[in-house]
């Protein structure tokens, strides 16, 4: 818990003794009625280990050059409140982590975020903060909807619905090309939302396969390490693609065994 006030307040941490207010974060007003301790051990506990995961994944990234973390990516969380099912902002703590006990190795950050949805969290944590370059391709119809935390966007790509992989992954391709020649970052945080395929009923794009080599090819041809975190994904498909997406990108040599 200690290592959580790296990013977040003990005036936040204790809010989430309320299971109101963990029903609001988890848009679920039910779980209003369910004892804190239940939540804690069964809803709060399990998202600390994917937070945790991130930070791990964060310190492998630089031993390995490639880390992936089958969790976390909680990109509408920031240090200051949680949303959107996110409650610990694991994607901040790992910039805070590797700043604060990396500073030799880790000055410059970029941060590829490829869900569906626009990752408001972070962008809100790191406004105006020229060390933090953040490339956020996302629906612009769906939530969160964050004029405000738009700002902190260096390079942003906004999609309709239904937008297909012929179109999607050039879009993709050009933004990742384009930011990498505006900002060399020392690593790259991968917020890989399967929520964007085809069919997801909050996302209804396609390509992650694709996608996700297409991320990993361009860290691995430019020595740039890289944590990819899993983030948001509602069906029940959502696991066989994430794993066969690894599979694919140790098939094709960008990812190795330990």
Same mark, same amino acid.
Not at 191 to 201: K, P, V
Not at 229 to 243: H, M, N, W
């Given at each position: 818990m200690n290592d959580l006030l790296v990013t977040h307040s003990k005036s936040y941490l204790k809010k989430l003794k309320f299971s109101l207010? %963990? @029903?609001f974060i988890q848009e679920y007003l039910m779980l209003c009625l369910v004892p804190n301790f239940v939540l804690q051990r069964f809803i709060l506990k399990p998202l600390r280990f994917q937070t945790g995961g991130t930070i791990l994944a964060g310190k492998l990234a630089l031993e390995r050059g490639w880390s992936i973390n089958l969790g976390g990516g909680f990109h509408h969380?920031? #240090?200051?409140?949680?949303?959107? !099912?996110? %409650?610990?902002? +694991?994607?901040?703590?790992?910039i805070h982590f590797l !700043?604060?006990?990396?500073? +030799?190795?880790?000055?410059?950050?970029?941060?590829? +975020?490829l869900d569906a949805h626009q990752g408001n969290g972070h962008e809100r944590d790191f406004k105006n903060n020229q060390n933090i370059y953040i490339?956020?391709?996302?629906?612009?119809?769906?939530?969160?909807?964050?004029n405000e @935390?738009?700002?902190?966007?260096?390079?942003?790509?906004?999609l309709d619905f239904y937008t297909r992989d012929n179109e999607y992954l050039p879009l993709v391709k050009g933004s990742i090309t384009s930011s990498l020649?505006? !900002?060399?970052?020392?690593?790259? %945080?991968?917020?890989?939302?399967? +929520?964007?395929?085809?069919?997801?009923?909050?996302? @209804?794009?396609?390509?992650?396969i694709s996608r996700d080599e297409l991320v990993f090819r361009? #860290?691995?041809?430019?020595?740039?390490?890289? %944590?990819?975190?899993?983030?948001?994904?509602?069906?029940?498909?959502?696991?066989?693609?994430?794993?066969?997406?690894?599979?694919?990108?140790?098939?094709?040599?960008?990812?190795? #065994?330990?």
């Open positions: 207010y %963990v @029903a969380c920031s #240090a200051r409140k949680g949303g959107g !099912f996110c %409650v610990y902002a +694991d994607i901040t703590l790992l !700043f604060k006990y990396y500073p +030799d190795r880790v000055r410059k950050i970029m941060i590829i +975020d490339l956020d391709v996302y629906n612009k119809n769906i939530y969160p909807l964050d @935390a738009k700002k902190s966007i260096r390079r942003k790509v906004e020649e505006e !900002f060399y970052p020392d690593l790259i %945080v991968y917020n890989a939302g399967t +929520d964007i395929l085809e069919g997801d009923s909050l996302g @209804a794009l396609s390509g992650i361009n #860290a691995k041809a430019r020595h740039i390490p890289i %944590v990819m975190l899993t983030s948001g994904g509602y069906k029940r498909r959502t696991a066989g693609i994430i794993a066969r997406s690894i599979i694919n990108l140790y098939d094709k040599g960008l990812i190795r #065994a330990p």
